[in-house]
């Protein structure tokens, strides 16, 4: 099956980021308010890096799948934030650890900060996407890394 790239979506991420500066200044809960905020930084991200996550990100992972699905519907609803939110920020994470002389840029350091530092997700809280931000995802990158390195024997 073709899974088509990232980048052809940049434009669904434009409308979004429209709509989710109004839902953050409409939310009802600061939560609400908080995750659109991070998601329109996140959105901005994936416009500008968009290619660069074609070459580089799996599309085929389950928050790609995801990512993708929910991006080309007309409307993100409030339940849509935090999902949408943790697809992007494993995209973003795969990206730069896959490519770290890329060097993030301020905005993606303050994202995966938010995700490392913050009071949201935890390395324990045992959730699909924890699980893969800070386990999965790094350990699956160093042994594709290693499966390219040919025996010394």
């Not at 790239?5 to 908080?34: K, Q, V, Y």
């Amino acid at each position: 099956m073709n899974i088509p790239p990232f980048s052809p979506l940049r434009e669904h991420a434009r409308r979004h980021i429209n709509s989710l500066i109004g839902l953050r200044c409409d939310a009802a809960s600061s939560t609400d308010g908080d995750h659109a905020a991070l998601l329109v930084a996140a959105l901005a991200i994936f416009i500008e890096q968009a290619q660069t996550m074609d070459i580089l990100c799996d599309p085929h992972s389950l928050f790609a799948k995801h990512f993708r699905e929910t991006l080309t519907q007309g409307t993100l609803t409030a339940d849509d934030l935090l999902p949408v939110l943790e697809d992007l920020l494993i995209l973003i994470r795969e990206k730069n650890l896959r490519a770290p002389a890329l060097h993030p840029c301020q905005t993606e350091r303050r994202l995966l900060n938010e995700v490392e530092e913050g009071n949201t997700w935890s390395p324990a809280d045992n959730t699909a996407f924890a699980k893969h931000y800070f386990y999965n995802l790094p350990l699956h990158i160093a042994k594709s890394i290693m499966d390219k390195i040919p025996p010394l024997y």
